[in-house]
């Protein structure tokens, strides 16, 4: 891919140099606020912009005086890894009324703060809005008043304003993610990781109520990732007749030997007629009908608090650079508008167009037009409710489709957290499209060795949450055993094949198509699920398992970091794994504020080196007395991390000493994260789909025979869309020899990462959001 070189624009020309930022955190508090906070002061005075606190949300800037204050680089330094919001937030009457706004504006002027940046909920972004429509009136109110003069109302006679959307639940259109949710999911999920066993000893039935007055979100996605009986949301209501329904399932799985249930109940749950479902309601429900013994449990604000995850952590430094880049190209003439996230790109969008769609949702609830609702809230629900209705009702088997086909299902590579979950899904999935599902032991190895047996239904309960591959899984790649594999797959009569794994996963797939030539064995649809720690697989943005390792390495990074606290002047050289990729290192490094990070991607030399020590040794002098480094296993294979270590220790020396630390397979380990999870079963579920039309397409006069490139795929996340590509395609997009694609859109968060470290850098802008519209009715899908 080409980038059309005249087109790119360097933010190096967007200067700051004359402007005030104020930024405000308001409405309910929501983990990675603080990084969104962080990004903003830093990339703000980075381009020489003076940036203000505002303290207290709106209430702040009501009161003025101390409430607002100006940030420095350093007072943001340590608050990435803090949950809540640091600059305080309230609910404000007083903003609501025409007088609030009168003062505010006052306070803003004195300062001559003319941007506004917002982290918030929908009210808070409304009230923004507002508060800019009626600007030029306020200054006048207050030239009439003699509270400013006319010059102070020239100068600020522009307010602009950007949004960015912090709230655990979700529950604002046109973005896939808040800054928040993905923090929440972790408190919830850990709470139903250690609620299971509990209720497994006893064979025990529990009832959560979790957060979501308006919006399910956060109910539908725990349910998905922890795989729980029954869900209730506000916008899937119940049909009359739920609760015998409800009981049937609950003792039917009790009688396919699950030891457990677990329903999830939103706490705006309610019936078909606008009823509130309560958990009590629920309790009552299952033991007077079934007799079990049931528990409630609330998690209540345990949601909202905690350390924010890897994701929020990065979604909230790249949603406030992109903030800040949005306010120093505002123009009288743009709309206020939010950044935020679509795919795995970022995007700007008008506020009062996501917001009026915000409230339609609210509005077609509120008129029990449930579909539309849905349709509303946006891509990323609606693929979750419609993977949760695959997944959770299980059909008679008189009414599934009698397809007669058999699907294999096998882990490739090293185990990555979430390949359970895509097993799980897959194998549930291809039960109800009505094909028999084979489970392949330990990779091709088990392949070629006959270790197939067929995989039901109830065999694969309780997988989500668990960590590594209980399929097992071999590198062996299957070239070498070919007429081995070829002859299993006719005693099996197997005619497609699900391959979950990494690189090796890939490559085994490539050269079973490359194989269909000598052997018509292999003419049969085959599809690859990227699932590795190390996101080095070419054709997709993300991979099964990076999450949960992201995560394992910056909750690490985090406590490194803290044992510094009282020692002061500490540097830590940490080594990531990933092979020749360098996304754990980099990633991890933006997520846990490092100051430098060593990849293969980006060659350095010992001038780098060099540099980094001596920014390393003027950091010192500052209130900051740590420094964090991270290096990447195959960076460089002279420069190891003892060699960076004993340069860092020698050249360091009278300033500050080091440590090193090698993190090793603690980044494989360990129960898979929320977005693992979810993400395994969403790719798994459509996998199975595809597989099962491409059966139908190849199945000719009683054989499966499939031989063109588009019957071997791989799916993968390309910006903004899951996408089927074959994978003799993606080998010109390939670098073998180190195990990584060419082009990694990743490398383009590098710069960020600099730029919070406090390093000069050039940072490509021009693919920073243009200004979009909310796309509201989309057509039907065409696959």
Same mark, same amino acid.
């Given at each position: 891919?080409?980038?059309?070189?005249?087109?790119?624009?360097?933010?190096?020309?967007?200067?700051?140099?004359?402007?005030?930022?104020?930024?405000?955190?308001?409405?309910?508090?929501?983990?990675?606020?603080?990084?969104?906070?962080?990004?903003?002061?830093?990339?703000?005075?980075?381009?020489?912009?003076?940036?203000?606190?505002?303290?207290?949300g709106?209430?702040?800037?009501v009161?003025g005086?101390?409430?607002?204050?100006?940030?420095?680089?350093?007072?943001?330094s340590?608050?990435?890894?803090?949950?809540?919001t640091?600059?305080?937030?309230?609910?404000?009457?007083?903003?609501?009324s025409?007088?609030?706004?009168?003062?505010?504006?006052?306070?803003?002027?004195?300062?001559?703060?003319?941007?506004l940046?917002?982290?918030?909920?929908?009210?808070?972004?409304?009230?923004?809005?507002?508060?800019?429509?009626? @600007?030029?009136?306020?200054?006048?109110?207050?030239?009439?008043?003699?509270?400013?003069?006319?010059?102070?109302?020239?100068?600020?006679?522009?307010?602009?304003?950007?949004?960015?959307?912090?709230?655990?639940?979700?529950?604002?259109?046109?973005?896939?993610?808040?800054?928040?949710?993905?923090?929440?999911?972790?408190?919830?999920?850990?709470?139903?990781?250690?609620?299971?066993t509990?209720?497994?000893?006893?064979?025990?039935?529990?009832?959560?109520?979790?957060?979501?007055?308006?919006?399910?979100?956060?109910a539908?996605?725990s349910?998905?990732?922890?795989?729980?009986?029954?869900?209730?949301?506000?916008?899937?209501?119940?049909? /009359?007749? @739920?609760?015998?329904?409800?009981?049937?399932?609950?003792?039917?799985?009790?009688?396919?030997?699950?030891?457990?249930?677990?329903i999830?109940?939103?706490?705006?749950?309610?019936?078909?007629?606008?009823?509130?479902?309560?958990?009590?309601?629920?309790?009552?429900?299952?033991?007077?009908?079934?007799?079990?013994?049931?528990?409630?449990?609330?998690?209540?604000?345990?949601?909202?608090g905690?350390?924010?995850?890897?994701?929020?952590?990065?979604?909230?430094?790249?949603?406030?650079?992109? +903030?800040?880049?949005?306010?120093?190209?505002?123009s009288?003439?743009?709309?206020?508008?939010?950044?935020?996230?679509?795919?795995?790109?970022?995007v700007?969008?008008?506020?009062?167009?996501?917001?009026?769609?915000?409230?339609?949702?609210?509005?077609?609830?509120?008129?029990?037009?449930?579909?539309?609702?849905?349709?509303?809230?946006?891509?990323?629900?609606?693929?979750?409710?419609?993977?949760?209705?695959?997944?959770?009702y299980r059909?008679?088997?008189?009414?599934?489709?009698?397809?007669?086909?058999?699907v +294999?299902?096998?882990?490739?590579? +090293?185990?990555?957290?979430?390949m359970?979950?895509?097993?799980?899904?897959?194998?549930?999935?291809?039960?109800?499209?009505?094909?028999?599902?084979?489970?392949?032991?330990?990779?091709?190895?088990? *392949?070629?060795?006959?270790?197939?047996?067929?995989?039901? @239904?109830?065999?694969?309960?309780?997988?989500?949450?668990?960590?590594?591959?209980?399929?097992?899984?071999?590198?062996?790649?299957?070239?070498?055993?070919?007429?081995?594999?070829?002859?299993?797959?006719?005693?099996?009569?197997i005619?497609?094949?699900?391959?979950?794994?990494?690189?090796?996963?890939?490559?085994?797939?490539?050269?079973?198509?490359?194989?269909?030539?000598?052997?018509?064995?292999?003419?049969?649809?085959?599809?690859?699920?990227?699932?590795?720690?190390?996101?080095?697989?070419?054709?997709t943005?993300?991979?099964?398992?990076?999450?949960?390792?992201?995560?394992?390495?910056?909750?690490?990074?985090?406590?490194?970091?803290?044992?510094?606290?009282?020692?002061?002047?500490?540097?830590?050289?940490?080594?990531?794994?990933?092979g020749?990729?360098?996304?754990?290192?980099?990633?991890?490094?933006?997520?846990?504020?490092?100051?430098?990070?060593?990849?293969?991607?980006?060659?350095?030399d010992?001038? /780098?080196?060099?540099?980094?020590?001596?920014?390393?040794?003027?950091?010192?002098?500052?209130?900051?007395?740590?420094?964090?480094?991270?290096?990447?296993?195959?960076?460089?294979?002279?420069?190891?991390?003892?060699?960076?270590?004993?340069?860092?220790?020698?050249?360091?020396?009278?300033? *500050?000493?080091?440590?090193?630390?090698?993190?090793?397979?603690?980044?494989?380990?360990?129960?898979?994260?929320?977005?693992?999870?979810?993400?395994?079963t969403?790719?798994?579920?459509?996998?199975?789909?595809?597989?099962s039309?491409?059966?139908?397409?190849?199945?000719?006069?009683?054989?499966?025979?499939?031989?063109?490139?588009?019957?071997?795929?791989?799916?993968?996340?390309?910006?903004?869309?899951?996408?089927?590509?074959?994978?003799?395609?993606?080998?010109?997009?390939?670098?073998?020899?180190?195990?990584?694609?060419?082009?990694q @859109?990743?490398?383009?968060?590098?710069?960020?990462?600099?730029?919070?470290?406090?390093?000069?850098?050039?940072?490509?802008?021009? /693919?920073?959001?243009?200004?979009?519209?909310?796309?509201?009715?989309?057509?039907?899908?065409?696959?």
């Amino acid at each position: 891919m080409a980038k059309r070189q005249d087109t790119k624009k360097f933010f190096e020309n967007l200067s700051g140099a004359g402007k005030s930022i104020g930024v405000l955190t308001s409405g309910g508090d929501a983990q990675g606020m603080n990084a969104a906070v962080r990004a903003v002061v830093r990339m703000g005075i980075y381009v020489g912009a003076k940036v203000y606190f505002v303290h207290e949300g709106y209430q702040g800037m009501v009161d003025g005086g101390d409430n607002i204050e100006e940030a420095s680089w350093e007072s943001v330094s340590s608050m990435l890894q803090v949950g809540g919001t640091v600059i305080g937030s309230a609910r404000c009457k007083e903003f609501r009324s025409h007088e609030g706004r009168l003062k505010a504006a006052h306070h803003l002027v004195q300062r001559d703060i003319t941007n506004l940046c917002v982290i918030g909920g929908d009210g808070s972004l409304t009230g923004a809005n507002l508060f800019r429509e009626e @600007w030029s009136g306020l200054l006048e109110e207050l030239v009439q008043q003699g509270l400013i003069d006319e010059k102070a109302a020239q100068n600020n006679s522009e307010l602009h304003i950007v949004g960015m959307v912090g709230s655990i639940d979700n529950d604002f259109c046109g973005t896939d993610m808040t800054i928040g949710t993905d923090s929440a999911l972790h408190r919830i999920i850990e709470v139903v990781d250690a609620i299971m066993t509990t209720a497994q000893s006893h064979q025990r039935t529990f009832v959560l109520e979790v957060m979501g007055r308006h919006c399910g979100y956060l109910a539908l996605v725990s349910a998905l990732a922890c795989g729980a009986d029954w869900v209730l949301i506000p916008e899937m209501p119940p049909e /009359d007749g @739920w609760e015998e329904q409800m009981c049937q399932k609950l003792s039917e799985n009790r009688a396919d030997k699950k030891r457990l249930n677990i329903i999830i109940v939103a706490e705006g749950a309610i019936d078909s007629h606008n009823k509130p479902i309560t958990t009590d309601h629920i309790k009552e429900l299952v033991v007077s009908c079934l007799g079990f013994d049931t528990r409630v449990t609330i998690l209540g604000h345990v949601q909202r608090g905690g350390t924010p995850s890897a994701f929020d952590r990065i979604l909230a430094s790249r949603m406030g650079v992109e +903030a800040v880049l949005a306010l120093l190209e505002a123009s009288a003439s743009t709309p206020a508008c939010v950044v935020s996230l679509c795919g795995n790109q970022a995007v700007r969008l008008p506020l009062m167009e996501c917001v009026q769609m915000t409230q339609d949702v609210q509005k077609a609830m509120d008129e029990k037009n449930f579909e539309e609702a849905v349709r509303l809230r946006g891509r990323s629900f609606e693929n979750n409710l419609n993977t949760y209705k695959l997944l959770s009702y299980r059909k008679a088997d008189s009414e599934l489709p009698n397809s007669s086909f058999n699907v +294999a299902v096998l882990n490739v590579g +090293a185990p990555a957290a979430g390949m359970n979950a895509a097993v799980r899904s897959a194998v549930r999935v291809g039960i109800t499209e009505g094909h028999k599902m084979f489970a392949v032991n330990d990779g091709f190895e088990g *392949f070629y060795k006959g270790q197939i047996k067929e995989i039901k @239904w109830g065999d694969v309960g309780g997988w989500t949450g668990q960590g590594g591959s209980i399929l097992g899984t071999k590198r062996t790649l299957p070239a070498k055993h070919l007429d081995k594999i070829a002859e299993q797959i006719r005693i099996h009569n197997i005619n497609a094949l699900l391959v979950i794994g990494g690189f090796e996963a890939f490559e085994c797939l490539l050269q079973l198509y490359e194989a269909r030539t000598s052997h018509e064995d292999f003419c049969i649809p085959m599809c690859v699920l990227p699932a590795t720690i190390s996101n080095n697989v070419p054709g997709t943005d993300l991979s099964i398992g990076a999450d949960t390792s992201l995560n394992a390495i910056v909750e690490t990074c985090d406590r490194i970091k803290q044992s510094a606290s009282g020692t002061k002047r500490r540097v830590f050289i940490i080594e990531t794994m990933g092979g020749y990729c360098g996304y754990l290192a980099s990633v991890g490094g933006l997520a846990a504020g490092a100051d430098a990070v060593y990849i293969y991607e980006e060659p350095f030399d010992i001038r /780098d080196l060099q540099s980094n020590v001596e920014h390393l040794t003027e950091k010192m002098k500052t209130g900051i007395q740590r420094g964090l480094v991270l290096r990447n296993e195959n960076s460089n294979e002279n420069f190891t991390t003892d060699f960076i270590y004993q340069l860092y220790s020698e050249e360091g020396k009278g300033v *500050f000493d080091c440590r090193k630390n090698v993190l090793g397979h603690m980044q494989q380990g360990g129960a898979p994260s929320p977005f693992d999870r979810n993400f395994g079963t969403k790719i798994a579920a459509k996998a199975i789909q595809w597989i099962s039309r491409k059966l139908k397409e190849s199945y000719k006069e009683g054989k499966v025979f499939a031989n063109t490139e588009d019957t071997a795929c791989l799916l993968g996340m390309r910006r903004r869309a899951m996408v089927f590509q074959p994978v003799v395609q993606l080998k010109d997009q390939t670098d073998f020899v180190h195990r990584i694609p060419k082009e990694q @859109w990743w490398l383009k968060l590098r710069p960020l990462m600099k730029i919070l470290a406090k390093y000069k850098t050039s940072y490509d802008v021009s /693919d920073s959001g243009q200004l979009e519209h909310v796309t509201r009715v989309r057509p039907k899908k065409v696959d």
